[in-house]
């Protein structure tokens, strides 16, 4: 023990404050965020923003917003997470899911007003939210031909970041360090992660301390992900046995890629059948430009108005919208992917608003604590990049990677129609491990939150049960929970 003039402190709590105190002094003072406009207070943990630069002629600047651990920065692990579009920035993670902050609309029409989020996934890692590729977010360079991409080349120009990134900040290279994101993420996490571990066994310097990666709602393979929205979309209770039926005799299974007319007529209905849905999560409403934001009061009958009946109900999860990820519905095919600007010439994307996060990182304010360059232009959440997908399927990503010992959790919100769970729980079996502990539900606050199923490897196949294609926006307690408990490495 030590004494301290008030009182006795364990050695312990000492040294924790002493690797606290070299952390705060040797993290690059010049990208600290100190304050931020529509918050008061003081920040739980330190915040870092700011540019790592890519080598170029003219270079390319990947942006990222680093939020240290709550709880014990010098041993607590790095977190990378991505968005996935291809083309969304990872503030959709930092504004909606997971991060420090909850944003609340101002009831003046001003700034979003901020709390700070209690499920934070800060509270237990130091989680960096990292726009890529160039061009997403407040990611730029003053060359935009730079913004023709593909997943390679994607995940090429992240692992430079990260060498790059541990190099400014090197007293965290020993924390143990993790890739995760979602949905199209599904795709950018096996490809970086593959890299990261090349790089590792090489000799690459510095040496990344890669222990696993997460996915969630992640696309992966155009077979599996093709084919599960059929046999989701009746054990769901959203079309009919009859329709099933004529679906498996009809198309014999391939959903994805319709051999024959009556397959592609029977489609066509079932198609209609979930028409107007929200397809991110099918128990939760629509946002409609121009509808109420707040309710869905517009939606009730005059009748029961009049009767007093209590008919007002916020729309969900902090009285924000969901779904602002690619794919509008998967699978994604090899080559040339038409991006959520370029479908919005076309299209309403359905249920969409990133209203409160638009006018926040818009703000001059905001954009200068943050430390964003002005030349990276007006934020929006998803870039009109020209993005080709190029690595083909996942599945011998996944298989090389474990079976190399890396760990996987690869977690479905079990509401989403986008990329649903059907074909994730089929891929994830087809890799042919041996199953060490059989499906079975888990729980988070004394309550079943879903279904998990371990095999050999350290491979983890998680559902969410009620959650949507972002499921901690939509589930933010269990979302932290199966979170910690996996980075810990205890039984979730």
């Known amino acids: 023990m030590a004494r301290h003039g008030l009182g006795l402190i364990p050695v312990s709590a000492l040294v924790c404050f002493f690797l606290q105190l070299h952390l705060a002094e040797a993290a690059p003072e ?6 931020l406009p529509g918050f008061k207070g003081a920040f739980p943990s330190r915040h870092y923003s700011g540019y790592v630069t890519l080598e170029g002629s003219p270079p390319k600047n990947l942006f990222y917003y680093f939020v240290v651990s709550e709880r014990s920065p010098a041993r607590d692990p790095v977190v990378l997470w991505l968005n996935g579009g291809p083309g969304c920035s990872s503030f959709d993670g930092f504004v909606y899911e997971h991060g420090p902050f909850n944003l609340e609309a101002s009831k003046s029409g001003g700034l979003p007003v901020l709390h700070l989020n209690p499920y934070s996934w800060s509270k237990v890692a130091s989680v960096i939210y990292l726009d890529s590729p160039v061009g997403v977010g407040f990611s730029y360079s003053a060359n935009t031909s730079y913004y023709v991409n593909g997943d390679l080349q994607t995940a090429a120009e992240t692992h430079q970041f990260l060498l790059k990134w541990f190099e400014k900040f090197q007293e965290f ?9 979602e949905s199209y993420a599904g795709i950018y996490v096996p490809t970086l992660a593959s890299l990261v571990a090349n790089g590792i066994k090489s000799g690459t310097k510095p040496k990344i301390n890669f222990k696993g990666y997460m996915v969630g709602n992640g696309v992966c393979d155009s077979h599996f992900d093709g084919n599960a929205l059929v046999p989701f979309a009746h054990g769901m209770g959203l079309i009919s046995d009859m329709m099933y039926k004529e679906a498996e005799a009809v198309c014999r299974g391939n959903y994805h890629n319709p ?25 939760e409403p629509c946002f409609h430009r121009g509808a109420a934001n707040e309710s869905t009061t517009s939606l009730i009958p005059e009748s029961f108005k009049q009767l007093g009946v209590a008919t007002e109900r916020p729309l969900a999860v902090r009285k924000r919208i969901f779904g602002r990820a690619w794919p509008f519905r998967a699978p994604v095919a090899d080559g040339v992917i ?8 076309e299209i309403t994307v359905p249920c969409m608003d990133d209203v409160q996060a638009t006018k926040w990182l818009n703000d001059k304010g905001v954009r200068k604590a943050i430390h964003a360059d002005p030349e990276s232009g007006r934020w929006s959440l998803c870039k ?8 083909g399927s996942m599945i011998a990503y996944h298989k090389n990677l474990t ?25 994830t079996q087809s890799l042919g491990y041996e199953i060490v502990d059989e499906w079975r539900s888990w729980k988070s606050n004394a309550q079943i939150a879903g279904y998990v199923q371990e095999y050999a490897n350290g491979f983890i196949f998680l559902t969410v049960k009620g959650a949507g294609h972002t499921v901690p926006e939509y589930k933010p307690r269990e979302s932290l929970h199966f979170f910690s408990s996996w980075l810990e490495g205890k039984e979730i």
Request: net charge negative; aromatic share 12%; glycine share 6%.
């Open 403 to 427: 079976s190399a010992g890396y760990r996987a959790l690869i977690y479905s919100g079990d509401h989403d129609m986008c990329v649903p769970f059907t074909g994730t729980q089929a891929w």
């Open 338 to 345: 038409p991006l959520w600007p370029q479908l919005m010439r």
């Open 259 to 283: 051999l024959n007319i009556d397959c592609q007529n029977i489609l066509y209905k079932i198609d209609s059948a979930l028409d107007g849905l929200n397809r991110y999560d099918i128990l």
């Open 173 to 181: 290279i020993t924390n143990p360090f993790y890739i995760s994101g």
């Open 384 to 391: 009109d990049l020209h993005y080709t997908h190029d690595a």
């Open 30 to 35: 010049v990208s600290l965020v100190r304050s």
